[in-house]
């Protein structure tokens, strides 16, 4: 991507998400199914940075397009001490704030900052975590987006990311619409993924784990045991709305 479209692209999102700031939680997580997609998908987070040796006060965690707070919050209530929130939109920061509980406010750092121009030292982070933002850029741009990140990791760091599936089976409206924008329209941006197409857009990174999420709220029914076993049964994993995947450096 050019400069000049890398700085339209970081406009629009500045002033759409400084225009959205105040609402955004209130689309997504206030009502019964979305606060159930949230929390599985936080879950999932914790499960990979667990499986890889990151869950420890110590750890420096880094979270990426931390937005309105969904993935930092919970990082610093459930125990790190030290994590770091960066966005470019201080708006979305702002709410972060306002709902960060005072005993926590010595281990959330703020900072405003592109994800391409990360303010920190090279091999400082142990983790990061990047939640839903790789459907905002064309996904030929995932892996320039990551090189800053993959920088301010420490070797063998682990990044956590969400990816939006373009295979999106278990809600065929939406299959049809993502397959229209992508292959109809020709639109990237707002791109999602094929589960084939991780290992070339992750690149350099190695994809060290796959989980599937967001399946029709149906499911809830049958209890968590059962959400869990779909998001990792290897056939189903790959049909859900979106992934969270573990990359290591
Ligand atoms: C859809 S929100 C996701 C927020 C949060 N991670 C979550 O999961 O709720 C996308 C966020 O990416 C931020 N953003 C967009 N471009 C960015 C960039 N180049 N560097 C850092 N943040 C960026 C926006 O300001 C916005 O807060």
Not at 64 to 87: H, I, M, N, P, Q
Request: aromatic share 14%; charged share 25%; with cysteine.
């Amino acid at each position: 991507m050019s400069t000049e479209a890398n700085s339209d692209l970081n406009k629009k999102y500045l002033e759409s998400y400084t225009e959205e700031a105040k609402r955004y939680d209130q689309h997504r997580w206030q009502n019964p199914k979305g606060l159930f997609a949230k929390n599985q998908r936080n879950k999932f987070f914790f499960e990979i940075l667990s499986k890889y040796g990151l869950i420890a006060p110590d750890k420096k965690i880094i979270d990426v397009a931390s937005g309105t707070g969904r993935v930092a919050l919970e990082l610093v209530t459930f125990g790190y001490k030290k994590v770091v929130a960066v966005d470019l939109t201080n708006a979305m920061l702002d709410v972060s704030r306002s709902k960060l509980p005072e005993q926590y406010k010595n281990n959330l750092d703020y900072h405003v900052a592109d994800m391409k121009k990360l303010p920190f030292e090279s091999n400082h982070f142990d983790g990061a975590t990047l939640g839903a933002f790789f459907y905002l850029i064309p996904l030929s741009e995932y892996s320039a987006y990551l090189a800053d990140v993959n920088r301010v990791l420490k070797k063998d760091g682990i990044l956590v990311c969400e990816v939006m599936n373009q295979l999106h089976v278990f809600n065929p409206i939406k299959l049809i619409g993502k397959f229209i924008h992508r292959h109809i329209k020709g639109k990237t941006i707002k791109s999602h993924a094929y589960p084939w197409e991780f290992k070339k857009i992750f690149a350099p990174f190695e994809i060290v784990e796959v989980i599937g999420t967001d399946f029709p709220g149906f499911f809830r029914i049958f209890g968590d045991g059962f959400v869990n076993f779909l998001s990792k049964s290897p056939l189903t994993k790959y049909f859900g709305g979106r992934f969270v995947v573990g990359l290591k450096k």
